[in-house]
């Protein structure tokens, strides 16, 4: 019996594996071969393998290293911000009020938006000459005249930080939140009859147990940050300083042609996000062990 439950469970897998095989281990498996050839994008049938030199050439390059440290400035900033945002924005949202509904709704509006259109909508509103930002920074005294959000070296990047908190931060919310109602009231009552102040019940109950679903979230964000393309691409192009990891592998395969390097880019990049992921989980099962 349980042999036949087995081969019933596997059964069912069977159509899932062959599908992620297609679409995420072959694609990864060629992308690893072709890391090792001079194979180049135009006529990618004629190679030779090279070894280790493609995975070399990029690890010699200062701007494949200027994109390392964009991405992890950007991913600690981005994902910092949004999880104390997040958690902060659950907490009220997890109070019963009046239109309640309504505003976990609403909030969650920037996360629903495709990334390409939150960044060109910001975009425009940053532009020097006749976005919203600068004409309402003017207005209010702040400035004399409109600053090039999106064009000064400079400040691109932390433009793409605060566009990235303002789009992601719904998401941090919606998972912690999600967190945040498996906590029985029970507790908080208790606590409360027994005389615990508010920002006690909220260290010593709210976020021990919250935890959990605070950890995945942070997991989730940080995978995705370390990912990150399409908004940074969007709004900055190839400007150095607001390059990612993502936006380099992409330029080599993409702009140079290069089928070898861009592989190896691409290589590079899995290994870097497959080492930060493996960490943070580490991190995680020893916080769930000392508990």
């Known amino acids: 019996m349980r042999n036949r439950e087995t081969r019933t469970a596997w059964l069912f897998l069977l ?7 297609a679409v ?9 071969y072709f890391s090792f050839t001079n194979a180049f994008l135009d006529n990618p049938s004629e190679y030779s393998f090279v070894g280790l030199q493609n995975f070399i050439i990029v690890m010699e390059d200062p701007v494949f290293w200027g994109a390392v440290t964009n991405t992890m400035i950007f991913t600690l900033i981005s994902v910092s911000f949004e999880t104390v945002l997040g958690f902060g924005i659950a907490l009220l949202l997890h109070r019963a009020f009046a239109g309640r509904g309504l505003v976990r ?3 969650l509006v920037p996360w629903a938006m495709p990334m390409v259109v939150s960044a060109k909508i910001w975009e425009w509103m940053l ?11 003017i207005w209010l005294g702040f400035l004399d005249k409109g600053i090039a959000w999106t064009a000064d070296s400079s400040l691109i990047l ?25 906590i029985p009231e029970e507790i908080y009552e208790a606590a409360e009859v027994s005389g615990v102040p508010a920002w006690k019940r909220l260290w010593s109950i709210t976020l021990p ?6 950890g995945v979230a942070v997991l989730f964000r940080t995978l995705d940050a370390l990912r990150m393309f399409d908004l940074s691409y969007v709004i900055a192009a190839n400007n150095e ?9 992409r330029d080599q395969l993409i702009g140079f042609q290069d089928l070898g390097v861009g592989s190896a880019a691409s290589t590079w990049v899995f290994l870097i996000v497959g080492l930060i992921a493996i960490l943070i989980v580490s991190l995680l099962r020893l916080d769930r062990s000392t508990a």
């Open 15 to 21: 159509p899932l594996l062959v599908a992620l095989a």
């Open 24 to 32: 995420a281990v072959w694609p990864l498996v060629r992308n690893v």
């Open 105 to 107: 709704a609403a909030i």
């Open 127 to 137: 532009n020097d000459q006749f976005g919203l930002i600068n004409k309402a920074l």
């Open 158 to 182: 932390g433009t793409v930080i605060f566009i990235d908190i303002w789009v992601t931060t719904p998401f941090m919310v919606l998972l912690i939140l999600a967190g945040l109602q498996l």
């Open 209 to 214: 147990l919250a935890a959990p679903a605070i």
């Open 241 to 249: 300083k607001a390059m990612t990891m993502s936006i380099y592998a």
